[in-house]
């Protein structure tokens, strides 16, 4: 816009499917930015912060191919160099290491690797059908991951990340499980399920067996969305799950753990988080995350609202050079 003071004010149109991780409190006001903004694509970003609040994992195209970088203020460290897919980074609970998904002729495999680099890489879950490491407990014990069955669509299973590494069912059924969720103290695992036939956000305590699934069904589960929730995660402190509606927004269940019995409470809408995919579709993975200290870290589509507005003093586009 040119105001006749010699003015001239424009904003940048963004870029088509542009994304950029931005800082946001629950009130979904902006407050920083990490690393720049990248292209769009089919898979990407999947942004998880370490447990010092201090680095952030991502899954990035790199020449044709999408690894695992690690960014930290200015820097940005590239963990996996292989011609394979690496995406949807874990991060250990003391920061020294990140698990991926990496596919590998015959199938998927769940790698491990330093999160300060080296190009070390370890097998935790050998190659098989599609799999996604999605939490890994806080006292270091388990990592949870999902595993696509041919009967049982999708399942929730967790591997012991010491000692005998054989992976154990968590929850398996005739319904899709995905993203499941260690809450901050190890006893309960949230996650969505379609066994409604939409998809719902539940709880349940935390046992993993070494038999028969059937076997995994004590103490219950607790719905914890009331019209529909995807891809959940806690708050740090437990005291509520986080979860997007089927409209985009992000969601907020308060929690009350004050005993054995979990009670959830009413949802609430905190914000629209305008993820990059809309944020509902489940094959773009989860794009949002939150920070020890509270903040969410969104995976956001950028478009002309949310490019900075320029300022022309002085302007004159007759006047001769």
């Given at each position: 816009?040119?105001?006749?003071?010699?003015?001239?004010?424009?904003?940048?149109?963004?870029?088509?499917?542009?994304?950029?991780?931005?800082?946001?409190?629950?009130?979904?006001?902006?407050?920083?930015?990490?690393?720049?903004?990248?292209?769009?694509?089919?898979?990407?970003?999947?942004?998880?912060?370490?447990?010092?609040?201090?680095?952030?994992?991502?899954?990035?195209?790199?020449?044709?191919?999408?690894?695992?970088?690690?960014?930290?203020?200015?820097?940005?460290?590239?963990?996996?160099?292989?011609?394979?897919?690496?995406?949807?980074?874990?991060?250990?609970?003391?920061?020294?290491r990140v698990v991926y998904l990496s596919t590998r002729p015959g199938g998927s495999v769940l790698n491990q690797t330093l999160a300060?680099?080296?190009?070390?890489?370890?097998?935790?879950?050998?190659?098989?059908?599609?799999?996604?490491?999605?939490?890994?407990?806080?006292?270091?014990?388990?990592?949870?991951?999902?595993?696509?069955?041919?009967?049982?669509?999708?399942?929730?299973?967790?591997?012991?990340?010491?000692?005998?590494?054989?992976?154990?069912?968590?929850?398996?059924?005739?319904?899709?499980?995905?993203?499941?969720?260690?809450?901050?103290?190890?006893?309960?695992?949230?996650?969505?399920?379609?066994?409604?036939?939409?998809?719902?956000?539940?709880?349940?305590?935390?046992?993993?067996?070494?038999?028969?699934?059937?076997?995994?069904?004590?103490?219950?589960?607790w719905q914890v969305s009331s019209a529909g929730g995807i891809m959940p995660t806690w708050r740090p402190d437990g005291k509520e799950?986080?979860?997007?509606?089927?409209?985009?927004?992000?969601?907020?269940?308060?929690?009350?753990?004050?005993?054995?019995?979990?009670?959830?409470?009413?949802?609430?809408?905190?914000?629209?988080?305008?993820?990059?995919?809309?944020?509902?579709?489940?094959?773009?993975?989860?794009?949002?995350?939150?920070?020890?200290?509270?903040?969410?870290?969104?995976?956001?589509?950028?478009?002309?609202?949310?490019?900075?507005?320029?300022?022309?003093?002085?302007?004159?586009?007759?006047?001769?050079?």
């Amino acid at each position: 816009v040119a105001a006749t003071a010699g003015q001239l004010a424009y904003r940048a149109g963004g870029i088509a499917g542009q994304q950029q991780l931005i800082w946001v409190d629950r009130t979904g006001k902006a407050g920083g930015t990490v690393g720049v903004p990248q292209s769009g694509g089919t898979v990407g970003a999947m942004p998880r912060v370490s447990p010092d609040g201090r680095r952030v994992a991502v899954s990035r195209t790199t020449q044709a191919n999408i690894d695992i970088w690690v960014l930290e203020g200015d820097r940005a460290s590239r963990l996996t160099f292989d011609a394979g897919l690496d995406i949807s980074p874990v991060w250990s609970p003391d920061g020294s290491r990140v698990v991926y998904l990496s596919t590998r002729p015959g199938g998927s495999v769940l790698n491990q690797t330093l999160a300060r680099g080296g190009r070390t890489e370890e097998p935790v879950v050998a190659s098989g059908p599609f799999k996604l490491a999605s939490s890994w407990s806080a006292d270091g014990r388990f990592l949870m991951y999902q595993s696509t069955d041919a009967e049982t669509k999708s399942d929730l299973w967790v591997v012991p990340m010491a000692g005998d590494r054989t992976p154990r069912v968590f929850l398996k059924t005739p319904f899709i499980e995905r993203f499941g969720a260690f809450s901050p103290d190890g006893r309960w695992v949230a996650y969505q399920s379609d066994e409604t036939g939409r998809n719902e956000i539940y709880v349940r305590p935390f046992v993993a067996t070494t038999g028969d699934a059937s076997t995994n069904q004590p103490g219950g589960q607790w719905q914890v969305s009331s019209a529909g929730g995807i891809m959940p995660t806690w708050r740090p402190d437990g005291k509520e799950i986080y979860f997007l509606s089927p409209a985009g927004m992000m969601m907020a269940t308060p929690i009350r753990l004050t005993g054995a019995p979990l009670e959830p409470g009413a949802p609430v809408e905190l914000f629209n988080p305008r993820i990059f995919g809309s944020g509902v579709d489940a094959q773009q993975g989860r794009q949002y995350d939150v920070a020890p200290d509270g903040r969410f870290l969104i995976n956001t589509v950028l478009d002309e609202a949310a490019a900075p507005i320029t300022l022309i003093q002085n302007w004159n586009p007759g006047a001769r050079k």
